[in-house]
């Protein structure tokens, strides 16, 4: 049994060996303390508050696994890859992964070797992981993204109701529950549900008060984000909507001489996406234009912008990205471009996005249909998607078909993989059978034995153009002959560049027109009014900023942050500004466009600019040396 004392003092070793710091920041300690007396603990932390260091170190002190229950694969992934950078012994569950990779992770649990091991909540009914993980020591369990617990929110999972069972079964092992958005409501709701007993409540303010959010509405997005860049040499996010939005963005930046400047989304091959991610952490003033794919489970101190080119669905989503800036406690900004007609759009979008009833069990019954997947049935095969055949037979949008599938991905009936990666390949006939095949087939899968150690034992992963450099073949050649191999059924392969889909839980049709249709509608209900709050956040001009996200929040008696762009045109208004005078300062020093003006007045309005700029032209004070950029008339 491990003393008080010497506690203490494995807490600041394993702090200092594992992350380099000497001391904890906030109430981390405090956390951590209470997670090691065996308390059942609940921690609202704003993003960038350091949540999964409070589960992450007390698994490394205390005996067994700590098992992390996470809402996201793309977040699982992102913090079993930093733990092991950082030498932590962790690992993940997840339906991509065969048996053989899932049976040697349950091993090492079972062994004591991993410390962590996170898991999706849908996998807390899964008959083999029940098995499993009573044979493994759980220190404790820690629940990441707690709000998916609450019926209020848009990110709704319904088997986060399954964690009380389960720990009471673990005899009521100790609960660390975690988010860094919940509303009042949605914290009382994490408390009941998940059955937290006399729980120490952890909970500090949202403010930063060193984040500036300026609120930009604005017809020329391109043009501002470019105008921000010029003057920028640190490292920053610049958050768009579509993937193919992030390739144009860069690419019109890097047209302008922006070099400092990168793409990234969730449908980059995993190499590439490490690659990006790995430059963008070391780097002082790398910039990413990324979908929201990117951020999470990411520790960096010195970013000092996020820019939403368009705004976040939800007042919860928004709060987390621009959390991500900052984080060293300096000044830094959140810029907010927007126009009505974009609002519109979105608006119409999002409408678009959801099917009626009949749409739904259409899309899900063709799903079950085109792979020949009876009621109750359940095929262990990974199949390839065939998307545009879904809609050509649904008569629906892509849209709603993705909008449908994500749905099914996210309550586990099945695996949906849309993202680039590395291709599968499993042997279904024994080496031995090889001579009773043609002379072609045996000659090419021998190749492949050759080739890939294992393929005789598991599935194996696989990319087809490192393939064709090793037997000095076409990867179009390779890709067809493996699936005339699968034909004749000596193989399975699942080409990594499309979709593909594994069921995960036999087929219920009448589930599906009751109680998943009705959960599904409420999920989209939930999505539309997140977004008629974000919306009101985006357009109003009255309230400070920081205000209205504190107040959403539930904090009581909040003040105005003073630096927002709300803040700074209302003390202009009260205690007056005079902008012209700091604009003929600005253009003493050199001749500039709007613009420019602009960013070197902190970021303030161009509209204002521009009305002060006439003034200044019709008083002869100043003058245009061309048609954009703007001089000190000395002659006047």
């Known amino acids: 049994m491990i003393s008080p004392q010497d506690f203490h003092q494995l807490k600041f070793q394993t702090l200092k060996h594992f992350w380099g710091y000497e001391t904890f920041r906030d109430s981390q300690e405090e956390i951590i303390n209470s997670l090691i007396e065996g308390k059942d603990t609940l921690v609202l932390l704003p993003t960038g508050g350091g949540k999964s260091l409070c589960y992450q170190l007390p698994a490394l002190i205390l005996e067994g696994t700590c098992l992390v229950i996470s809402p996201l694969l793309a977040l699982m992934k992102d913090q079993v890859y930093q733990l092991k950078i950082n030498g932590i012994e962790a690992e993940y569950l997840s339906s991509e992964l065969d048996e053989f990779d899932a049976e040697s992770i349950f091993n090492r649990c079972k062994n004591g070797l991993t410390k962590l091991l996170y898991i999706s909540p849908e996998r807390l009914t899964n008959r083999i992981f029940l098995q499993k993980i009573e044979e493994i020591q759980i220190s404790f369990l820690a629940v990441d993204e707690a709000h998916c617990i609450s019926e209020w929110g848009q990110d709704f999972r319904p088997s ?30 994490i408390q009941l549900k998940l059955n937290l007993k006399n729980a120490k409540i952890f909970q500090r303010s949202f403010r930063r008060t060193n984040i500036k959010i300026i609120a930009d509405k604005i017809a020329d997005k391109y043009e501002r984000v470019l105008n ?11 958050y768009v909507r579509s993937r193919k939005e992030t390739e144009e963005l860069t690419k019109f930046l890097q047209r302008n001489q922006i070099q400092n400047v990168d793409f990234f989304h969730a449908g980059l091959p995993l190499k590439e996406k490490n690659a990006k991610q790995k430059l963008w952490i070391q780097s002082q003033n790398n910039v990413l234009v990324s979908t929201n794919a990117f951020g999470m489970g990411i520790d960096k101190d010195q970013v000092r912008f996020v820019i939403h080119f368009s705004p976040a669905q939800s007042l919860e989503n928004y709060y987390q990205e621009i959390g991500r800036a900052g984080r060293d406690g300096l000044e830094s900004y959140a810029f907010l471009l927007w126009n009505e007609q974009e609002l519109t759009n979105f608006d119409q979008i999002l409408r678009n996005q959801i099917p009626s009833k009949a749409e739904f069990l259409k899309i899900v019954s063709y799903l079950y249909s085109t792979f020949q997947i009876a009621e109750n049935d359940l095929p262990e095969n990974v199949f390839q998607l065939p998307i545009q055949r879904i809609q050509n037979f649904t008569k629906t949008s892509l849209a709603k078909i993705r909008n449908v599938l994500n749905f099914l991905h996210n309550q586990e009936f099945i695996f949906f993989n849309s993202n680039q990666s590395l291709s599968s390949l499993e042997l279904k006939i024994s080496p031995d059978e090889l001579d009773l095949l043609s002379q072609n087939d045996s000659y090419f899968i021998e190749l492949l034995l050759r080739s890939f150690s294992g393929f005789t034992t598991h599935k194996i992963m696989f990319s087809e153009k490192t393939l064709s450099n090793k037997i000095d073949s076409d990867p179009h050649l390779i890709k067809e002959r493996l699936k005339e191999l699968q034909r004749k059924g000596y193989l399975e392969y699942i080409d990594g560049a499309l979709s593909s889909v594994k069921f995960l839980k036999p087929r219920e049709d009448r589930h599906f027109n009751g109680k998943y249709w009705n959960l599904f509608e409420q999920i989209q209900k939930n999505k539309l009014q997140k977004w008629e709050e974000m919306k009101f956040f985006v357009e109003d001009s009255d309230f400070c900023k920081m205000k209205l996200i504190l107040s959403y929040f539930g904090e009581k008696d909040v003040k105005n942050c003073g630096k927002c762009s709300v803040c700074e045109k209302q ?43 006439i003034y200044l032209l019709d008083s002869g004070k100043v003058k245009m040396l061309n048609f954009r950029t703007y001089a000190v008339n000395h002659e006047s």
């Not at 921000?228 to 610049?238: D, L």
């Not at 202009?572 to 604009?583: D, K, P, Q, W, Y």
Request: proline letters at 4%; charged letters at 25%.
């Open 160 to 189: 986060y109701q399954n964690i009380k069972q389960f720990r009471e079964n673990l005899k009521n092992i100790p609960v660390l529950a975690l988010t860094a958005t919940a509303t009042p409501k949605v914290l009382e709701e």
């Open 571 to 613: 003390k202009e208004s009260i205690f007056g500004r005079n902008i012209s005078a700091e604009i003929i300062e600005t253009l003493q020093q050199k001749p500039s466009n709007v613009e420019e003006i602009a960013i070197k007045l902190n970021y303030y309005e161009k509209e204002n600019i521009l009305e002060n700029l």
């Open 228 to 238: 921000i860049m010029k003057y920028n040499n640190s490292s920053g996010i610049i």
